[in-house]
């Protein structure tokens, strides 16, 4: 037998569109790998949750090889360290080549691809990790972002091999869990529950976007949905882009069909978001650790105890924030209006550390893509310098988004015999009306943690002293000039406010 091509899968569960299997394909002997790391799901920003999603996705990726190489399975699973697994394949059977896709990923991975890189160099390895997603790496200025971006998705899609030869190799078991997190309404894993998606979406579904994805009540039907499988590649963004378009070219310029046609072009315009978002990380992986602006560097740097755990399991108080937590604790998703509720109540009226919230909300999103995630973590707490302060309201929220409480009921069974007119602020109730309805607060149901509109006050009051000094406003032009979309020719949607508060909702 030749040395083995070795195909790495990290973040790309597929084998459609997979340029590195398919390349691999063509020169011999390949090796599909998974390396299944425990050190990397010990990360602060890893979870059960994820895994599972992920294990599911594993398990179909598996079959979709063996039908290929005509056998049951064809997925190679290891555990342990990268590289020491790569060396142990390498000694036993020779590796020709590495083959990979380019992964934005966490710091983690990041420093693991440089060890794996300079594993492969000692050896004489070659490792090829391919681009995807419309990311450059090493990219010195965002010129031309935006074409470069447009040719990577009008490229042809890469077919699946329609035969691999697989060596008879041995293959560890998949762990069935990698921690305690209990998610028991999370999205199922794997390709075809995938492309499900995507067919109903575009088919009707999306006829509702606009509309829809704003409220936790009809987003989780309105909204694509694809995030986690995209967030895992088991969809290539590019074949995502591709299907949009020839919606959108079937539905044509009838005018009666222009709102789902501008709802078609608004989804189109957020998948070019997500990849600019990714940019962002890969260019300044230093997000995920520092503010982009120093103003609050020493502002927020303790965690309250108190003050953080009520927000991180849904006691604040504040019926429509439990109940979005709550949401999220139970299911690993929620839109992404109350996304960035949920983080600006904890950064601006709770005060509490950024990278802390971010890390707690990524270990609940089963759809946790760092180069999203953490880009927005720093805009909805106030630390990019160049974004918009959203101090959420959270009571008007309530009323706007579920006006008679049926989403709160659903996830706040505290309050579930409190009528529309108090369940916003059930804090409010007479005594005498708590115990007609069963809900003591302070003692069924906490009372809020915060006086929000007070909060509210003194957060905007902290981060005007912050950034009004003109060190601080030369900061914001410079951070402004590298990496605002504004100054750059990129894929934008239409610039309303609600905008950026979507997403997350691919």
Known sequence: MP?????????????????PLYEASQRGWVLPLYIVEPELWRQPDASNRQWRFIRE?????????????????????????????????????????????????????????????????????????????????????????????????????????????????????LPVSVGDDDCPYAQRGGRTRGLALLRSFLGHRVRRYARGLSSPLTAP???????????????????????????????????????????????????GWRSHFMQRLESLPSIEFEPMH????????????????????????????????????????????????????????????????????????????????????????????????????????????????????RWVPELRRVPAAWIHEPYRMPLEMQRAYGCIIGVDYPAPIVAHEAAARAAREKLRRAYSTPEAKAISEQILQRHSRRSQREPRPRPTPQFQLELFEQ
């Open 221 to 271: 039907s309105a909204c694509s949905r694809l995030s986690p499988y995209r967030a895992y590649g088991v969809l290539s963004l590019r074949e995502v882009v591709q299907a949009t378009r020839r919606r959108i070219e079937q539905v044509g310029d009838d005018p009666k069909q222009a709102g789902l046609l501008r709802a078609l072009q608004a989804f189109e315009s957020r998948l």
């Open 294 to 409: 120093p103003a609050l560097a020493h502002e927020r740097t303790e965690i309250d105890p108190a003050l953080f755990d009520a927000w991180a399991h849904g006691r604040t108080g504040y019926p429509f924030v439990d109940a979005c937590m709550r949401m999220l604790h139970a299911t690993g998703w929620i839109n992404f209006r109350m996304r960035a509720m949920l983080t600006a109540f904890a950064c601006y009226h709770l005060w509490q550390p950024w990278r802390a919230v971010g890390l707690h909300l990524a270990r609940l999103f089963v759809d946790y893509e760092p180069g999203i995630h953490w880009s927005q973590i720093q805009m909805q707490s106030g630390s990019t310098g160049i974004s918009a302060f959203r101090i959420y309201n959270v009571v008007k929220q309530s009323y706007d988004q579920d006006p008679t409480g049926v989403f709160i009921r």
């Open 3 to 19: 040395p083995l091509q070795v195909v790495w899968f990290k973040r790309d569960l597929r084998v459609f569109d997979h340029a």
């Open 57 to 173: 996705c594993l398990l179909e990726l598996d079959r979709a090889l063996g039908e290929r190489a005509g056998r049951a399975s064809g997925l190679i699973v290891r555990v342990g360290d990268a590289v020491e697994t790569l060396e142990a394949i390498h000694q036993a059977h020779g590796i020709g080549a590495l083959w990979a896709h380019m992964e934005i990923g966490n710091n983690w991975t990041f420093q693991r691809d440089k060890a794996v890189r300079r594993w492969a160099r000692a050896r004489g390895v070659p490792f090829y990790e391919l681009p995807q997603d419309g990311v450059i790496r090493g990219l010195s200025s965002r010129t031309g972002w935006r074409e470069h971006w447009e040719a990577a998705m009008s490229q042809p899609l890469v077919p699946a091999p329609t035969h691999l030869r697989i060596p008879p190799l041995r293959s560890d078991a």
